[in-house]
């Protein structure tokens, strides 16, 4: 019997662990519909795509092109991805707290599966997109949370206009 109660717990502390390193939708919670900066959009609503390139340089710098993204409240836009670099990147928007908390939580758990609305994580040559709705007037951010890689320089800011 006490065997079973040993391999009973040793699974609860188990998994528990699992789910705090897991995906974002596990550690962080599916938050998208508070979000400040809004919520996925419906592609039938973007007018607009804005192409986005991830890369690294020789000297080490890595970065976002364009690193300023300026949109109107209410606008639904398609952000379209590749990632030219030699490296694993990814994009996450979110207000500028956010972004470091969830940088934070990147740097503990670098292995951690995206399952975010507002993020995608693209191998080198790899391409993707995110559409998304932007709910409300204010500074927000991007950011590449692989660590190292924000501070290496690949972040940004999105500005968007009542």
Excluded at 82 to 89: L, Q, S
Excluded at 129 to 152: K, M, Q, R
Aim: proline fraction near 5%; hydrophobic fraction near 40%; glycine fraction near 12%.
């Amino acid at each position: 019997m006490k065997p079973m109660i040993a391999a009973a717990v040793l699974i609860a502390f188990t998994s528990g662990a699992a789910f705090a390193g897991g995906t974002h939708a596990g550690g962080h919670g599916d938050k998208s519909d508070k979000m400040p900066i809004g919520n996925p959009g419906e592609a039938a609503k973007a007018k607009r795509t804005v192409n986005i390139s991830m890369s690294e340089k020789d000297d080490g710098t890595m970065l976002f092109q364009p690193t300023v993204l300026k949109v109107k409240k209410g606008e639904t836009v398609r952000l379209k991805f590749v990632n030219k670099g030699k490296v694993d990147h990814e994009f996450v928007m979110d207000g500028h707290d956010g972004i470091m908390e969830h940088k934070a939580l990147m740097e503990k758990f670098p292995e951690m599966e995206h399952a975010d609305p507002n993020a995608i994580r693209l191998a080198p040559g790899a391409g993707g997109e995110i559409i998304w709705t932007f709910a409300n007037a204010g500074e927000f951010g991007f950011a590449c949370l692989v660590p190292g890689h924000y501070d290496s320089g690949m972040k940004g800011d999105i500005s968007v206009a009542n």
